[in-house]
């Protein structure tokens, strides 16, 4: 979606510009206009949204609102502060809302969701799956990895992996890339992340998957601030269909960020007694946070080896949704991680395998066809 924005500053008319394309939306220096010309700006007819600056001069933010009164196209003040008598006379005349200067894009993004909700505008989001298990050596990683390569299969380049763990740096060695930059870099200049220096970030599997992952070799753990873990995610499912994400076993406020914006939280557990406790609990403690249950969906992994619970028992203990048993194969898994290929690539015929593509089925059957793009938002409707 095209955004324009107005101001009597240029230089705020590019702050105001760069939070937009902090969101993955459109917005060129052509969409940067006076507050004077806004009204003629917006009978282009082009625009889902457009962004006011308040200025020191409240009169003129008022004759500029009434001038864009007749035009479809949401209006929202942006402003360090509002008096409680000036806002009230800016809705009148015609404003839908307002952000605030300091936060901009943060609320920019509310508001789009909230037109989205409301069905004001029609809003092309991917999907994004979070992967997580409260027991470190579940096999998280591998889940996220090849369910991410299955989705591609069928919808190759339009499916993001990203590992946004805070532990060893194990994706880039396990499918043998080499990211270009280390992920500390992208977590520490959050702030300055658009569509064009996300892409920059992503390493392209031939296999139709983009990868994001920290360089080889990177043990210190990441400060992920939960901004930060937000803007890469709204950035990612603005650009492809599916976004898979392996969160690891940590609940801090940065994963609590991504798992709030996430579609669908994958949980990945054993069927042994000590890990079905501790998976037990790790839902117990996703729903605590505002997960809600139908969002959850259990996978036992490594299904199958000798001694385990049964799968029925494991059902009644996590109380989940159980949306595959992924079977135990280390030889598949081994060979793969030595060929520095997905299992899904490696041993395509394997039951393992085989698992994935039922797993990434629960939706491929909700999405559109390939000859669809995605964007992040459309036309008003």
């Known amino acids: 979606m095209r955004i324009v924005v107005s101001s009597e500053s240029a230089t705020e008319r590019e702050q105001l510009r760069q939070a937009v394309l902090g969101l993955g939306l459109q917005c060129t220096t052509g969409d940067c206009v006076i507050p004077q010309g806004l009204a003629d700006r917006l009978d282009r007819g082009d625009a889902g949204l457009a962004l006011l600056a308040y200025g020191m001069n409240p009169a003129a933010a008022l004759t500029t609102v009434h001038a864009c009164a007749s035009n479809v196209t949401p209006l929202y003040v942006v402003a360090d502060s509002l008096a409680g008598s000036e806002l009230p006379g800016l809705l009148r005349a015609g404003a839908k809302g307002y952000l605030r200067k300091e936060d901009a894009r943060g609320d920019l993004l509310g508001v789009v969701q909230q037109l989205r909700a409301a069905g004001s505008i029609r809003v092309s989001w991917g999907r994004v799956i979070a992967v997580t298990g409260g027991l470190p050596g579940v096999g998280v990683t591998t889940v996220a990895t090849n369910l991410a390569f299955a989705l591609a299969e ?151 080896q000798a001694g385990q619970l049964a799968g029925c028992l494991g059902h009644e203990t996590l109380a989940a949704v159980l949306g595959e048993t992924i079977p135990d194969d280390p030889a598949s898994v081994n060979r793969s991680l030595n ?43």
């Open 154 to 304: 069928k919808h190759p380049h339009r499916v993001a992996l990203a590992q946004l763990t805070d532990g060893v740096a194990d994706l880039s060695l396990n499918l043998a890339l080499s990211p270009a930059y280390p992920l500390s870099d992208l977590a520490g200049g959050w702030y300055r992340l658009d569509a064009d220096l996300m892409r920059s970030c992503l390493a392209d599997h031939p296999a139709g998957v983009s990868v994001l992952a920290d360089q080889a070799g990177q043990t210190e753990p990441i400060a992920w601030q939960p901004a930060a873990m937000l803007q890469v995610l709204v950035l990612l499912r603005a650009r492809y269909d599916f976004t898979v994400v392996d969160l690891g076993h940590k609940l801090d406020a940065a994963r609590q960020e991504a798992l709030r914006i996430a579609d669908t939280v994958a949980v990945v557990h054993r069927l042994d007694a000590p890990a079905m406790q501790v998976g037990s609990d790790w839902l117990g403690r996703l729903r605590d946070i505002g997960v809600p249950s139908e969002r959850l969906l259990g996978i036992v992994n490594r299904a199958g």
């Open 339 to 381: 060929g520095g290929r997905s299992v899904m690539q490696a041993e395509r015929t394997a039951a393992i395998a085989q698992s994935f593509v039922r797993l990434a089925d629960r939706w491929n059957a909700k999405t559109k066809t390939a000859s669809v793009p995605n964007r992040l938002l459309a036309s008003v409707s």
